[in-house]
């Protein structure tokens, strides 16, 4: 007794250091009102395990250690602080008072953390724990009984008034445990019975939560047989709504054995939710800066150099350059700002060929911060199904791209995909949004609801022309276009960037050949060795730079876009959006990131301008800027040499850029001079 009482001063010391007593008396004023009457006044306590121990030790191993105990210790101080303080009157008895301990933190040892990945789970005790996981699926929010009072049956019992008896919900109950007719009062015997006027409800939401690992079996780079089982968290008041599908989170929760005969589930109460990302290495390695030093007397050498030696195990040297640009550049884009808003690139390849071009895009998801690739059995964007612990509500369960968020949706070849299919894609990809039905009869619901999740990835696919190519070539076609075989004009349009990829003849067969031989083996020797891991630390080290526009790419930026918009009007018809000046900024950054520099000047912004212009080409035909199909990279890289050549022909291209704004862009002659 004396160690309890011990237990309930330190308690007191510990809210009063910490101003909980304040936030008590706070937390009370609005149960105050007179036409709120309830069986179980529910409170919030923050509780720093940190501080706690240093006021008492023994108290802070309870906290952490048996937090039932705690919690009842806890809500004795403060049923005694409220009737001492007289803060709310309407509190008669000590089970009135549901006190909840948040815990901030918890001590970083491997006791208190427990990794999704280890079995088996069932056998620890129930405390506090800390675990990192991909939320795959999510209910509805429903409710749940938080507190309830029941009334004894003889009326002659002083259990028949009053509150005696309270019942309120703990980790791992199910509703049947708070709320049932089958209890018994423990002065009399006498069975009791629900005063339901004043039950006491709760928002309630399931969530399934993986470990992040899991995703690695998604990407398809490598084949596995390990399988990951997901964890049920119970979300409850005012922790509902606090995580999304296709986000990571830290959780803080206890683990319980959920009862549901004949079954036992393994689920976790969540105490605290918070966003977390995983730490990934991002140094720039030393082959790198070297590179970057040999290559400073021209902005476009280190990017090039670092495409020509990208993905040699894949595709040989100087094949689909533009290509592997491009999957650089949509890497180094694939970020979240301080605003919350995401930038992507999504790419649409076209190729006579897709064997090479599928296995380089699933090269480059592996070095995505989060790559999945879509399987034809799967679901691309969101499912429903019943829930299977007890509410009956619907479960949402994210689809590949919801999965991918925040990184690269690969969707492999588009010709494989129904007509619904593709115009759900182009849906998604003009809104950057999904919307799920769900019907309410079906799901325990009073209306029907229509709910949207926000798609933040890019999207990677294929276009295969080899049917196409066979077929005559249209009388109505425009020059520069191509035929997209069963890509809708309107779905390519929705696509930031389009690429023609041609083959090289003879070349791409013999590598084939000999990939498969030497399968997973650079196949060509390079003057420079950079691994995969180089790679990938260079574009997590690329994403975190934060870039300015200098005054010269902005003007090439805008003027293209202006004279461009103009000369497509007036000759083809063709309207040209302002999400083409995004894709423009888009990509000028990119290149200044993948260049490791800070400062977006007008080299980046020329390689925007030839990205977009070819891809409009594609789509809509020439227009007066005359630009060649490779301009990107007009010629073999295989020594200095041909980097210097490369450099001139850009910057002959740069003028003609120059030349097309000055001619056409209105206004265009107060910042661009003739010359």
Not at 45 to 50: E, F, K, L, T
Not at 79 to 107: G, M, R, W, Y
Not at 159 to 180: K, L, Q, Y
Not at 467 to 474: C, F, G
């Given at each position: 007794?004396?160690?309890?009482?011990?237990?309930?001063?330190?308690?007191?010391?510990?809210?009063?250091?910490?101003?909980?007593?304040?936030?008590?008396?706070?937390?009370?004023?609005?149960?105050?009102?007179?036409?709120?009457?309830?069986?179980?006044?529910?409170?919030?306590?923050?509780?720093?395990?940190?501080?706690?121990?240093?006021?008492?030790?023994?108290?802070?191993?309870?906290?952490?250690?048996?937090?039932?105990?705690?919690?009842?210790?806890?809500?004795?101080?403060?049923?005694?602080?409220?009737?001492?303080?007289?803060?709310?009157?309407?509190?008669?008895?000590?089970?009135?008072?549901?006190?909840?301990?948040?815990?901030?933190?918890?001590?970083?040892?491997?006791?208190?953390?427990?990794?999704?990945?280890?079995?088996?789970?069932?056998?620890?005790?129930?405390?506090?724990?800390?675990?990192e996981g991909l939320v795959?699926?999510?209910?509805?929010?429903?409710?749940?009984?938080?507190?309830?009072?029941?009334?004894?049956?003889?009326?002659?019992?002083?259990?028949?008034?009053?509150?005696?008896?309270?019942?309120?919900?703990?980790?791992?109950?199910?509703?049947?445990?708070?709320?049932?007719?089958?209890?018994?009062?423990?002065?009399?015997?006498?069975?009791?019975?629900?005063?339901?006027?004043?039950?006491?409800?709760?928002?309630?939401?399931?969530?399934?939560?993986?470990?992040?690992?899991?995703?690695?079996?998604?990407?398809?780079?490598?084949?596995?047989?390990?399988?990951?089982?997901?964890?049920?968290?119970?979300?409850?008041?005012?922790?509902?709504?606090?995580?999304?599908?296709?986000?990571?989170?830290?959780?803080?929760?206890?683990?319980?054995?959920?009862?549901?005969?004949?079954?036992?589930?393994?689920?976790?109460?969540?105490?605290?939710?918070?966003?977390?990302?995983?730490?990934?290495?991002?140094?720039?390695?030393?082959?790198?800066?070297?590179?970057?030093?040999?290559?400073?007397?021209?902005?476009?050498?280190?990017?090039?150099?670092?495409?020509?030696?990208?993905?040699?195990?894949?595709?040989?040297?100087?094949?689909?350059?533009?290509?592997?640009?491009?999957?650089?550049?949509?890497?180094?884009?694939?970020?979240?700002?301080?605003?919350?808003?995401?930038?992507?690139?999504?790419?649409?390849?076209?190729?006579?060929?897709?064997?090479?071009?599928?296995?380089?895009?699933?090269?480059?998801?592996?070095?995505?911060?989060?790559?999945?690739?879509?399987?034809?059995?799967?679901?691309?964007?969101?499912?429903?199904?019943?829930?299977?612990?007890?509410?009956?509500?619907?479960?949402?369960?994210?689809?590949?791209?919801?999965?991918?968020?925040?990184?690269?949706?690969?969707?492999?070849?588009?010709?494989?995909?129904?007509?619904?299919?593709?115009?759900?894609?182009?849906?998604?990809?003009?809104?950057?949004?999904?919307?799920?039905?769900?019907p309410g009869k079906k799901?325990?619901?009073?209306?029907?609801?229509?709910?949207?999740?926000?798609?933040?990835?890019?999207?990677?696919?294929?276009?295969?022309?080899?049917?196409?190519?066979?077929?005559?070539?249209?009388?109505?076609?425009?020059?520069?276009?191509?035929?997209?075989?069963?890509?809708?004009?309107?779905?390519?349009?929705?696509?930031?960037?389009?690429?023609?990829?041609?083959?090289?003849?003879?070349?791409?067969?013999?590598?084939?050949?000999?990939?498969?031989?030497?399968?997973?083996?650079?196949?060509?020797?390079?003057?420079?060795?950079?691994?995969?891991?180089?790679?990938?630390?260079?574009?997590?080290?690329?994403?975190?730079?934060?870039?300015?526009?200098?005054?010269?790419?902005?003007?090439?930026?805008?003027?293209?876009?202006?004279?461009?918009?103009?000369?497509?009007?007036?000759?083809?018809?063709?309207?040209?959006?302002?999400?083409?000046?995004?894709?423009?900024?888009?990509?000028?950054?990119?290149?200044?990131?993948?260049?490791?520099?800070?400062?977006?000047?007008?080299?980046?912004?020329?390689?925007?301008?030839?990205?977009?212009?070819?891809?409009?080409?594609?789509?809509?035909?020439?227009?007066?800027?005359?630009?060649?199909?490779?301009?990107?990279?007009?010629?073999?890289?295989?020594?200095?040499?041909?980097?210097?050549?490369?450099?001139?022909?850009?910057?002959?291209?740069?003028?003609?850029i120059l030349r097309f704004?000055?001619?056409?862009?209105?206004?265009?002659?107060?910042?661009?001079?003739?010359?």
């Open positions: 007794m004396s160690d309890i009482l011990s237990l309930k001063e330190s308690i007191l010391v510990y809210l009063d250091r910490s101003g909980g007593l304040q936030r008590l008396g706070e937390d009370c004023r609005p149960f105050n009102e007179p036409q709120l009457m309830e069986a179980v006044y529910r409170f919030c306590v923050s509780v720093n395990p940190s501080d706690v121990i240093e006021v008492d030790p023994e108290l802070g191993h309870c906290v952490l250690q048996d937090p039932l105990t705690a919690t009842a210790l806890f809500q004795s101080v403060c049923f005694l602080a409220i009737k001492t303080l007289s803060l709310l009157d309407k509190i008669h008895t000590e089970s009135q008072v549901n006190v909840i301990l948040k815990l901030t933190h918890l001590p970083p040892f491997p006791e208190y953390s427990l990794d999704l990945c280890s079995f088996p789970r069932g056998n620890g005790a129930m405390r506090p724990v800390s675990m795959i699926a999510i209910t509805r929010v429903t409710k749940y009984t938080q507190g309830a009072r029941f009334l004894c049956s003889d009326e002659e019992c002083p259990c028949s008034a009053g509150f005696h008896h309270i019942r309120v919900h703990a980790p791992g109950a199910t509703e049947s445990a708070t709320v049932r007719n089958d209890f018994i009062c423990r002065i009399c015997g006498s069975a009791l019975k629900e005063d339901v006027k004043f039950r006491v409800l709760g928002d309630k939401q399931l969530v399934e939560m993986i470990h992040v690992r899991a995703l690695d079996l998604l990407s398809a780079h490598q084949q596995s047989s390990l399988r990951y089982q997901s964890v049920t968290l119970f979300l409850r008041d005012e922790l509902c709504n606090s995580m999304r599908i296709g986000r990571v989170y830290r959780v803080l929760g206890i683990p319980a054995h959920v009862h549901q005969w004949p079954n036992i589930t393994w689920s976790v109460e969540a105490n605290s939710v918070k966003p977390w990302e995983p730490e990934y290495p991002h140094k720039v390695s030393v082959s790198f800066q070297q590179l970057l030093n040999v290559t400073s007397s021209s902005r476009w050498r280190f990017s090039a150099v670092l495409t020509h030696c990208f993905a040699l195990n894949v595709a040989p040297p100087g094949l689909y350059n533009t290509l592997k640009l491009t999957l650089l550049l949509s890497l180094v884009q694939n970020r979240v700002d301080e605003k919350e808003t995401f930038h992507n690139l999504d790419l649409l390849a076209v190729t006579t060929d897709s064997l090479i071009l599928d296995r380089l895009m699933t090269y480059s998801l592996q070095l995505a911060s989060r790559g999945v690739r879509h399987q034809a059995s799967g679901e691309m964007f969101a499912s429903l199904s019943r829930d299977g612990h007890g509410s009956g509500s619907a479960n949402i369960h994210a689809g590949s791209s919801l999965l991918a968020t925040g990184g690269v949706c690969m969707l492999g070849d588009l010709g494989g995909y129904k007509k619904d299919k593709l115009d759900a894609i182009q849906s998604v990809l003009e809104s950057s949004s999904v919307s799920l039905f769900i799901y325990g619901e009073d209306a029907d609801q229509q709910i949207s999740f926000p798609v933040l990835c890019s999207f990677w696919a294929l276009a295969d022309q080899s049917d196409a190519s066979k077929r005559s070539l249209r009388a109505d076609a425009v020059l520069g276009t191509v035929d997209l075989g069963p890509v809708s004009s309107q779905l390519a349009d929705a696509f930031g960037l389009i690429l023609q990829c041609r083959d090289v003849g003879g070349e791409q067969p013999l590598h084939t050949l000999q990939q498969a031989v030497h399968s997973g083996k650079p196949l060509y020797p390079s003057c420079w060795d950079f691994t995969t891991q180089d790679y990938q630390e260079l574009l997590n080290h690329a994403q975190g730079l934060r870039v300015e526009m200098s005054p010269g790419a902005e003007k090439i930026i805008h003027g293209y876009y202006m004279a461009s918009r103009r000369v497509r009007t007036q000759s083809q018809g063709v309207k040209i959006s302002v999400a083409s000046i995004k894709l423009l900024i888009s990509l000028s950054e990119a290149h200044c990131k993948l260049s490791l520099r800070a400062r977006v000047e007008e080299e980046d912004a020329v390689m925007a301008v030839l990205l977009c212009e070819n891809s409009v080409t594609l789509k809509h035909g020439a227009s007066a800027l005359i630009i060649p199909p490779e301009s990107v990279f007009p010629c073999d890289l295989k020594d200095v040499d041909g980097l210097q050549r490369r450099d001139d022909i850009l910057e002959d291209l740069q003028q003609n704004i000055y001619t056409y862009a209105s206004g265009a002659g107060s910042y661009i001079t003739e010359e």
